[in-house]
T-cell receptor, first 118, second 117 residues
Framework: AQSVTQLGSHVSVSEGALVLLRCNYS??????LFWYVQYPNQGLQLLLK??????LVKGINGFEAEFKKSETSFHLTKPSAHMSDAAEYFC????????????????FGTGTRLTIIP | KAGVTQTPRYLIKTRGQQVTLSCSPI?????VSWYQQTPGQGLQFLFE???????NKGNFPGRFSGRQFSNSRSEMNVSTLELGDSALYLC????????????????FGSGTRLTVV
């Protein structure tokens, strides 16, 4: 079974400051990990994902995340916040590996609402 | 190319009624998943259809059902609506193969907001 914990339901940062959104996961098998962003009245947009290979992954809009197996974490960062980054962010996990083909439902965290202070 | 299209965008229904929501995936995508999003429960997986067959199912009562057509379009149905069914229902499409997850992940539609009164 998989689960995701996002620490901090609300995060506020000043424009130009570092953005750090935390995500810890639990998985009995190697996970595939995702970050999605949701703007008001819209669906989810994929920011980035980790499946295999390089543990530091870069996504759209200047975001990146690092998979740390020893810490079971997949924190999302952006060096300099922009007003357009204000949105809700969701971390998600699905079981990885060939053995789990066909069992690819996403388990989401509860989300973190990011506010940017001008 | 066109994204995932969900219709209608908004619905208001009365308790006890039933409702059908529609999702048209990206052309060529064979997998369609449905999620319910509420402030209290967050995003929860309902079910996934792949090549017209339900491949995965979440922990929702039997009032929630779905189907997929040969053109990969999917519908979900909720019967005997309850106030607690008020939510944003999101559809996500993917190629449905492991290679897709490695490359593209899921693409979500804008959702259908259902209000039960």
């Amino acid at each position: 079974a998989q689960s995701v914990t996002q620490l901090g339901s609300h995060v506020s940062v000043s424009e130009g400051a570092l953005v750090l959104l935390r995500c810890n996961y639990s998985s009995s098998v190697p996970p595939y990990l995702f970050w999605y962003v949701q703007y008001p009245n819209q669906g989810l947009q994929l920011l980035l994902k980790y499946t295999t290979g390089a543990t530091l992954v870069k996504g759209i809009n200047g975001f990146e995340a690092e998979f740390k197996k020893s810490e079971t974490s997949f924190h999302l960062t952006k060096p300099s916040a922009h007003m357009s980054d204000a949105a809700e962010y969701f971390c998600a996990v699905t079981p990885g590996g060939v053995a789990n083909f066909g069992n690819e439902k996403l388990t989401f965290g509860t989300g973190t609402r990011l506010t940017i202070i001008p | 190319k066109a994204g995932v299209t969900q219709t209608p965008r908004y619905l208001i229904k009365t308790r006890g009624q039933q409702v059908t929501l529609s999702c048209s995936p990206i052309s060529g995508h064979r997998s369609v998943s449905w999620y319910q999003q509420t402030p209290g429960q967050g995003l929860q997986f309902l079910f996934e259809y792949f090549s017209e067959t339900q491949r995965n199912k979440g922990n929702f009562p039997g009032r929630f059902s779905g189907r997929q057509f040969s053109n990969s379009r999917s519908e979900m149905n909720v019967s005997t609506l309850e106030l607690g069914d008020s939510a944003l229902y999101l559809c996500a499409s993917s190629l449905g193969t492991r290679g897709n997850l490695l490359g593209y992940g899921y693409t979500f539609g804008s959702g259908t907001r259902l209000t039960v009164v």
